[in-house]
């Protein structure tokens, strides 16, 4: 018997998650399963435990996307855009502080494209932007990546798509249970409400949490705005009130 | 962030909801694959070194959708044990084994996902009985909204996945037959093949859990 085995999670709601099919997203009619999900009742240890990496050697500048990228030697200069901080914390349902996960990032650059063999939008490479971050919270759950605000940008799907801006963030979390992949928008982004894949989701307060807030106490003065977002993870229950839950 | 009510009065944060990871998730994940220099360590589809205790085999796949067609862009998360069927939570390039991984399919040619691993040993399940060998893996991608679970099993595994309780959780056994890998040989190599079929014949199982 091992601690994992008695581990148990809050159930994934999968009406407050967007549905497989969303055929407003086109691109998931063709990509999301005619069958039900099987529901496994009891998990065992196979999907209650997870990998950690706190071992994995990261880089000085993993997490600044102003820095970790020059193309080529020897120049020093900064990415286009508008200077952010990304920040918050990673908590579980029950308000926990999840310590020590990895945090991973992706965006496209301030003219809204991406650093990516596939992309051929027509807005330029920044020479001094890649567009990857990662880092692993703190005791607190706390994370933060400097970085640049991305542009949105036209997608084939309707007409006249648009992308909000976004940063496409990737947590672990304790477990393969609790592993997500999402995006934060941008407050206040006019976009937000035309976009296809935000409109994937059912309920208008799922997109406000995946609305970064604009925080001016922590942005510094002449230098950079920054834009919280708090991350919450399936809640693991803990206590024994918990557990009659 | 938010709340939830709950039966006794306490609150429950909302988890937050998923968003696809796009057609561009490796730029995050498989740098590679984007086509951007790798970090000093990147998580990566070798789980296991030849010094791994075990049988050193390979994993592969293409992931399928809806019209038969090949999804070029998928991303694929693996999680299995060790030879001995423990998990090795503790990701470490310096270890032989590692019980996680990352692969995609490519834009071009086969367009598989792949993982160097050894055969994972049996993990028991909830109730303390033996799972038959099994690797979980997660399949991301453009179009996915969240990420679809499922597991690979292997074919000349009978016994053990006749006894396997989340097999049998499966109430079709025509559909139990979608996640049994397929053993080849090749170049001295040992390769367990598994097509991943996103939707319609052959629909691949994937689970909640």
């Keep these: 018997m091992q601690d994992s085995d008695n581990k148990r999670f809050v159930p994934r709601d999968r009406n407050w998650h967007p549905p497989a099919y969303a055929p407003g997203y086109k691109?998931?009619?063709?990509?999301?399963p005619r069958q039900?999900?099987?529901?496994m009742q009891h998990p065992s240890r196979s999907e209650l435990t997870g990998p950690s990496f706190q071992a994995l050697r990261l880089g000085p500048h993993d997490n600044d996307l102003l820095m970790n990228y020059r193309e080529g030697q020897g120049r020093d200069g900064l990415p286009i855009g508008e200077r952010i901080v990304m920040f918050g914390r990673v908590l579980d349902q029950f308000g926990k502080p999840v310590p020590h996960t990895l945090v991973e990032m992706w965006q496209a650059n301030a003219g809204g494209r991406y650093r990516h063999k596939k992309d051929g939008y027509l807005a330029p490479l920044d020479p001094n932007f890649g567009g990857v971050g990662r880092c692993i919270t703190d005791e607190q759950g706390w994370y933060h990546f400097r970085t640049v605000r991305p542009g949105p940008y036209p997608w084939p799907n309707d007409i006249n798509s648009w992308r909000p801006a976004h940063i496409?963030?990737?947590?672990?979390?304790?477990?393969?249970?609790?592993?997500?992949?999402t995006q934060m928008y941008f407050e206040g982004d006019p976009l937000i409400p035309h976009c296809p894949i935000v409109h994937t989701l059912n309920d208008p307060l799922a997109v406000d949490?995946?609305?970064?807030?604009?925080?001016?106490?922590?942005?510094?003065?002449?230098?950079?705005?920054?834009?919280r977002f708090d991350i919450v993870t399936r809640g693991e229950f803990q206590t024994y009130f918990e557990n009659q839950g | 962030m938010s709340q939830q009510p709950t039966h006794d009065g306490g609150v429950l944060y909302r988890e937050t909801p998923s968003q696809t990871a796009g057609p561009y998730v490796?730029?995050?994940?498989?740098?590679d694959v984007a086509g951007i220099p790798l970090r000093d360590e990147e998580v990566w589809s070798r789980l296991a070194t030849p010094e791994a205790d075990g049988e050193p085999i390979e994993l592969v796949g293409r992931v399928i959708d809806g019209n038969g067609d090949l999804v070029r862009d998928a991303f694929v998360e693996a999680w299995q044990a060790d030879a001995h069927g423990a998990f090795q939570p503790d990701y470490d390039l310096r270890k032989p084994f590692n019980s996680f991984g990352r692969s995609a399919t490519t834009a071009d040619g086969d367009s598989e996902w792949s993982f160097t691993t050894v055969k994972p040993g049996r993990v028991p399940a909830a109730n303390g009985k033996p799972m038959a060998p099994h690797v979980c893996l997660a399949i991301f991608a453009?179009?996915?909204?969240?990420?679809?679970?499922?597991r690979l099993y292997f074919d000349d595994e009978a016994e053990a996945n006749a006894e396997c309780p989340v097999l049998n959780a499966i109430e079709s056994p025509t559909r139990r037959r979608t996640l049994i890998a397929t053993r080849e040989e090749a170049d001295?190599?040992?390769?367990?093949?598994?097509?991943?079929?996103?939707q319609g014949d052959g629909e691949t199982v994937f689970f909640e859990f």
């Design chain 1, 168 to 181: 496409h963030v990737s947590v672990m979390g304790p477990a393969i249970a609790t592993r997500l992949i």
């Design chain 2, 188 to 198: 001295g190599k040992v390769r367990y093949r598994l097509d991943i079929r996103l």
């Design chain 2, 142 to 150: 453009r179009g996915i909204n969240i990420q679809l679970q499922t």
């Design chain 1, 209 to 227: 949490t995946l609305t970064g807030r604009l925080d001016m106490a922590r942005s510094r003065p002449m230098d950079y705005l920054a834009y």
């Design chain 1, 27 to 32: 691109t998931t009619v063709a990509r999301s």
């Design chain 1, 36 to 39: 039900s999900l099987v529901s």
């Design chain 2, 26 to 31: 490796h730029i995050g994940l498989a740098l």
